[in-house]
């Protein structure tokens, strides 16, 4: 019934936090006729109805290959088939036309990149997005036919020299465009930016200690903030997601 999806592999940005250029050096599509084959196969042989698409930059060449892609399968699919973008969408990505080929297409759960508004973070996010450009992509999406309640956000929390005042921002941001906030978490991942970063400033151990690489461990005990302050996040972040999901 469920179906996990890869349409590209890797991503041509350059997050300092992100271990997709480590896992795969060289951003590949996949053929859009290989792609839409793969789906009326799974679709035809196992009657599934969930495509879950795990791409790192599902929209990166959005007209090449999701819009060509997309638009075909909305067309050709039986309508019960829908599909969940859980890892992030390049929120820049989502002009008027791609938010009307999503809706289209029938995708359920739509999960934006975000990251933070405190200009640092956004620096270290090779800045994909800003809140001009969010904006605009809530609003197209909307116009598109979703509800801002079906729209999920990731902010980036626990990122070595973020703030409470970085994230009650953005988390207020968030609350007051109807949008659903969802925490997530920083890891410093070997071999990245930050990881050899913070190796220098001695955050973390050389040798490497692999607990510290835990996203939990982390955040409690090496990004600064308190387990109050962390809780408190935590708290509003739920209360937001709670006030506008009803």
Do not use: W
């Amino acid at each position: 019934k469920y179906v996990p999806l890869l349409t590209s592999r890797g991503c041509p940005f350059h997050c300092n936090y992100c271990s997709s250029g480590l896992l795969n050096p060289v951003f590949q599509e996949m053929e859009n006729e290989s792609i839409v084959a793969e789906i009326f196969q799974r679709q035809q042989e196992f009657h599934s109805e969930h495509f879950i698409i795990f791409d790192d930059a599902l929209l990166i060449n959005k007209k090449k290959r999701f819009g060509a892609v997309f638009s075909r399968l909305a067309r050709e699919l039986p309508t019960q088939v829908q599909f969940h973008a859980p890892n992030s969408l390049h929120t820049r990505e989502i002009d008027e036309k791609t938010a009307a080929i999503l809706k289209a297409a029938r995708f359920k759960t739509l999960c934006l990149s975000f990251e933070s508004l405190a200009p640092e973070i956004l620096r270290h996010s090779d800045n994909k997005v800003n809140q001009e450009q969010m904006e605009k992509a809530v609003n197209n999406l909307e116009k598109a036919g979703y509800r801002r309640s079906q729209l999920e956000v990731y902010l980036l929390f626990g990122y070595p020299g973020q703030t409470m005042a970085d994230m009650e921002k953005a988390l207020v941001f968030v609350g007051k465009r109807g949008l659903v906030p969802h925490l997530a978490l920083f890891s410093p991942v070997p071999g990245t930016a930050d990881f050899i970063r913070l190796q220098q400033q001695r955050v973390l151990s050389k040798p490497i200690n692999l607990l510290e690489t835990n996203k939990l461990y982390f955040l409690y005990e090496k990004s600064g903030f308190s387990a109050a302050e962390i809780m408190l996040v935590k708290k509003m972040a739920m209360e937001i997601a709670n006030r506008n999901l009803k």
